[in-house]
């Protein structure tokens, strides 16, 4: 069984940080690209940044220069840094992970944590 699990979110005040991290545990051979996603209430969900298993990172655009994807690959963890975060930030962020199992490489979600950008 593999599991991803979450961790971090909360509430925070506009123009505030917050950090969410995600591990990855079960039984697989390696761990590909991982990444975050978010929904907010009432759109689809959205790519928020992605890292491949050498570092390489892309953004979407609401990201860029506000938000830092990072793994530490000994751990199997997931990072993102938000910075100078908005209400429109407002959403749950769900992490991602290729994960090499016996069937080949899959995509697994976490069940997400609720990220709320409010004064």
């Known amino acids: 069984q593999v599991q991803l699990v979450e961790s971090g979110g909360g509430l925070v005040q506009p123009g505030g940080s917050l950090s969410v991290s995600c591990v990855c545990s079960g039984s697989f051979f390696g761990v590909n690209a991982m990444g975050w996603y978010r929904q907010a209430p009432g759109k689809e969900r959205e790519l928020v940044a992605r890292?491949?298993?050498?570092?390489?990172?892309n953004y979407a655009d609401f990201a860029k220069g506000r938000f830092t994807i990072s793994r530490d690959n000994a751990k199997n963890t997931v990072y993102l840094q938000m910075n100078s975060l908005k209400p429109e930030d407002t959403a749950v962020y769900y992490c991602t992970a290729v994960l090499r199992v016996t069937a080949g490489p899959r995509m697994y979600w976490g069940q997400g944590t609720q990220v709320t950008i409010s004064s």
């Open positions: 890292i491949t298993s050498d570092g390489g990172t």
